[in-house]
């Protein structure tokens, strides 16, 4: 009880929506789901795809400094990108390499092995629960291999099998 006070307190922790006691097993059951969904789940939906789409740099030139010009979106793939001001713009190339390599590090997948944790205390819970996990994976690699085959994108980012158990970074 006390730690739930120390986070919702206003001087403290001051998380809002955070439950001011735990009294019952359902409230148990929801902080811990959100307190195991935000440095795995979330944090690689939100990391993974960062190398993905900033590493082209014209998807969101981070090392530019100048707002990119107005452009005529009448005709997109005429004006989509204004390819003389962006090259003259981008300035030091390596600055751009610099940058991707810096988002590299949190779009890096990594598997933490719980099975060690749950050795003596709570062995059938987590069986269950791998299981399933196991299940929901077979079935984004399923649809991905049938993807895969007729050309057509493939998901990896919320895939059971790379998601990390926690935040290493």
Known sequence: QEWAEETVASDRGAVPGFPASIRDKDTLVKVMQILMWIPSGLHAAVNFPQYDYYAYAPNKPLFMRKTLPPTDRNDIFKNA?????FLEEMGDPFGSI?????????????????????????T??????????????????????????????????LNPTVIPASIDI
Do not use: H, W
């Open 81 to 85: 990108l204004p390819t003389k001001y």
């Open 98 to 122: 610099e940058m991707v390599n810096t988002l590299t590090l949190p779009s890096e997948t990594c598997i933490d092995n719980l099975n060690r944790n749950y050795a003596e205390v709570g």
């Open 124 to 157: 059938k819970s987590y069986s269950k629960f791998q299981s399933n996990l196991d299940k929901i994976g077979e079935g984004i690699e399923k649809r991905n291999k049938k993807n895969k085959s007729k050309r057509k994108a493939v998901y990896t980012y």
